[in-house]
């Protein structure tokens, strides 16, 4: 497993990062504890999760989120000083209309949830969920300096973030002499690259690192899905899972089936290629996986040793010129 500077930091990770949206969600604690097993006996060392996984993501109730960093607060034990840890701040937590969003209240009272949750005294990469255009950037990042200065946080980040406000948020950073957004966390895939206009070339020229998610597209990229056959069973498209939805498009179908093609000529698994090819992105950093049985890790380990040719490369850029 290849290990990467995150941004301009001294933080080394691991280029794959084992996300655990499915602790609690999909998987129970016994098959979470086998993932995590899996995962770093792969030569993961770096874990990303947050307050909102769990079941409540998808049953609406407030109890049954926080699911993921309470199995993970209990199956890590003393492995947790081995890895480096992430979470993230942003989403309801509760009833109140303080209970969500990125005010320094929030802020303050989902990291110590977070901390009691993890079993842990610090977080090593705390994130900005989504940004919260209702309060002032300065207060955000005024108590997440806090944290970091009292030692509970060791580096902030943000995820869904687009380059300008990440760019306004360095510049107050700057002239108050504030921590940082050291890290962005956004969607990026084959069959998503709108980040490649703006986000990637702002963090290659400014030393902010990528962790990507759902860089198999959430599974369409590993083929299991056609366009016109049922789901199949036990995937997140059966289960109906919303962000998997939207991806289903005719034009979406087609560039899986020009890449299939392509993968089955090169002798290479899809979910290998998939993956190859966003890790190899000047300023990707790592790429998250989300699995949710440990059979999983194979095809991840090998991508993080495949190093694609240029032509290869080339042909599948070309896939985003498919209509």
């Known amino acids: 497993m290849e290990v990467r500077r995150l941004g301009a930091t001294g933080l080394k990770v691991t280029n794959i990062c084992l996300g655990t949206m499915a602790f609690g969600r999909w998987i129970d604690e016994a098959a979470s504890a086998r993932v995590l ?3 770093l006996d792969a030569g993961i060392t770096f874990i990303d999760t947050a307050d909102i996984y769990g079941q409540g993501m998808d049953n609406g109730k407030f109890e049954d989120r926080g699911q993921s960093e309470t199995i993970l607060g209990r199956i890590l034990g003393a492995r947790r000083h081995q890895i480096v840890l992430a979470t993230k701040v942003r989403h309801p937590m509760g009833p109140g209309a303080n209970d969500e969003g990125l005010s320094r209240k929030h802020i303050m009272q989902a990291a110590e949830d977070s901390l009691r949750r993890l079993k842990t005294d610090y977080i090593d990469l705390y994130q900005c969920h989504r940004d919260d255009l209702e309060t002032p950037q300065e207060e ?8 970091v200065r009292q ?7 943000c995820s869904n973030f687009p380059a300008w406000r990440i760019a306004k948020a360095h510049g107050i950073s700057e002239r108050l002499g504030l921590e940082k957004f050291v890290s962005v966390q956004p969607q990026y895939s084959l069959l998503v690259r709108d980040i490649e206009a703006e986000l990637l070339p702002f963090c290659k020229s400014e030393g902010v690192g990528v962790m990507v998610y759902s860089p198999l597209a959430r599974g369409i990229l590993t083929g299991k899905y056609r366009a016109g056959e049922p789901m199949p069973e036990g995937t997140r498209g059966a289960a109906g899972e919303r ?3 939207s991806l289903f498009t005719e034009q979406n179908f087609r560039k899986v089936e020009r890449f299939r093609a392509l993968c089955a000529e090169w002798g290479l698994p899809m979910a290998q290629v998939a993956m190859a090819w966003v890790l190899a992105q000047p300023a990707v950093t790592s790429a998250i996986l989300g699995p949710s049985r440990p059979d999983h890790f194979p095809d991840a380990v090998a991508a993080a040793e495949l190093k694609l040719t240029e032509e290869q490369m080339a042909a599948l850029n070309a896939l985003e010129q498919i209509a």
């Open 243 to 245: 962000m998997i939805q």
């Open 37 to 39: 097993d899996a995962g």
């Open 140 to 147: 955000t990042l005024r108590a997440l300096d806090d944290l």
């Open 151 to 157: 030692g509970k946080v060791r580096y902030i980040g």
